[in-house]
């Protein structure tokens, strides 16, 4: 079956960087868009970005444009979140999630299968 599995999360000060991966299973990643999403405690999930299946195209959050890049590499069926200039705020627990469309969207509505999560914690 579908399977999502996280990896890369941490405890890193502020300014560093983390890079996170999604590695599938159980799927052609051709035909699935991927997102990244993020909980942090109290707060509702925000969508951070995502990535089409060629990857071509991509969307950010606006609390991440500038600092994130997602990027996929489909031979090896994963996805990277590379997070630069990390902030305190950024502390959440990172999902991943997929879709089967070409195009991609950081509503967390529109994906139907979820990986288990990475806890980052950015913090002095």
Do not use: H
């Not at 599938?24 to 970005?49: C, H, L, M, N």
């Not at 997602?70 to 630069?84: F, G, H």
């Amino acid at each position: 079956q579908l399977q999502l599995v996280e990896s890369g999360g941490g405890l890193v000060q502020p300014g560093e960087s983390l890079r996170l991966s999604c590695a599938g299973s159980g799927f052609t990643p051709d035909y699935y868009a991927i997102g990244w999403f993020r909980q942090a405690p109290g707060k509702e999930r925000e969508g951070v970005s995502c990535v089409s299946t060629s990857g071509e195209s991509t969307k950010y959050g606006d609390s991440v444009k500038g600092r994130f890049t997602i990027s996929r590499d489909n031979a090896k069926n994963t996805v990277y979140l590379q997070m630069n200039s990390l902030k305190p705020e950024d502390t959440a627990v990172y999902y991943c999630a997929a879709r089967p469309f070409r195009r991609c969207v950081l509503s967390d509505f529109n994906y139907e299968y979820w990986g288990q999560g990475t806890q980052v914690t950015v913090s002095s």
